[in-house]
């Protein structure tokens, strides 16, 4: 893996152009720094790496904007050493981003393809990510509970299933709803029964969808 001065100091533009779109966590900031996300694209893409912009990725799936990382990673408020489960793996740049700030990632992935690159691009980066094949609208029992959730794919629904795994006082960070455009939300676990909703602002992201794809 290359990561340049030229890279570097791209990564630090791109962290200067995230503040002034009003991204002020200072280890969301730091990780974006720190993360080549360059390595995440194809040869063909990656001249085009630090922009803030999404990009295609296999499976007809993208590798988010900067700026829409950073704003649900700060939603997050990642405290070091949290367990975090991450619904949609993708090129597995959100998850470096966690497992940089020091969060114990667990990401599921439904697409067979991008699950076998991502979790040999991640264990080339020397980040302990604990990758599944899997249905995000599943969660992993067997490792809950999880102290934050991150969806990365719009949720028709907010998996009864998810909110159960997530530990009291915990966030669950979520694109809703369908169509072109999702809210942003924010919610936070009171109690078993009890559940505080809020919203930031409109979004796009590929549809959240049941199953495993070949």
Request: proline share 4%; aromatic share 8%.
């Amino acid at each position: 893996m290359t990561d340049s001065l030229l890279h570097k100091g791209q990564r630090k533009q791109l962290v200067e152009l995230l503040q002034t779109k009003g991204i002020r966590n200072s280890a969301v900031l730091q990780a974006i720094e720190q993360v080549p996300r360059h390595v995440f694209f194809d040869k063909a893409l990656q001249s085009h790496a630090y922009e803030d912009k999404a990009f295609p990725i296999d499976a007809g799936q993208t590798i988010s904007q900067p700026y829409t990382v950073a704003f649900q990673t700060e939603l997050l408020n990642i405290t070091h050493n949290e367990k975090v489960l991450e619904i949609g793996t993708g090129s597995g740049y959100q998850a470096a981003i966690l497992a940089k700030m020091g969060a114990r990632v667990f990401s599921v992935e439904r697409q067979k393809k991008l699950y076998f690159t991502t979790k040999t691009q991640l264990k080339k980066l020397h980040l302990h990510v604990e990758t599944f094949l899997g249905d995000g609208f599943k969660g992993l029992p067997q490792f809950a509970p999880f102290d934050k959730i991150l969806i990365t794919a719009a949720a028709p629904f907010i998996p009864k299933v998810l909110l159960e795994q997530l530990v009291i006082g915990g966030i669950i960070v979520v694109p809703f709803g369908e169509g072109n455009s999702q809210t942003m939300l924010s919610i936070k676990k009171i109690s078993e029964t009890e559940f505080e909703k809020k919203e930031h602002g409109t979004f796009s992201f590929v549809p959240m969808l049941k199953g495993i794809s070949e």
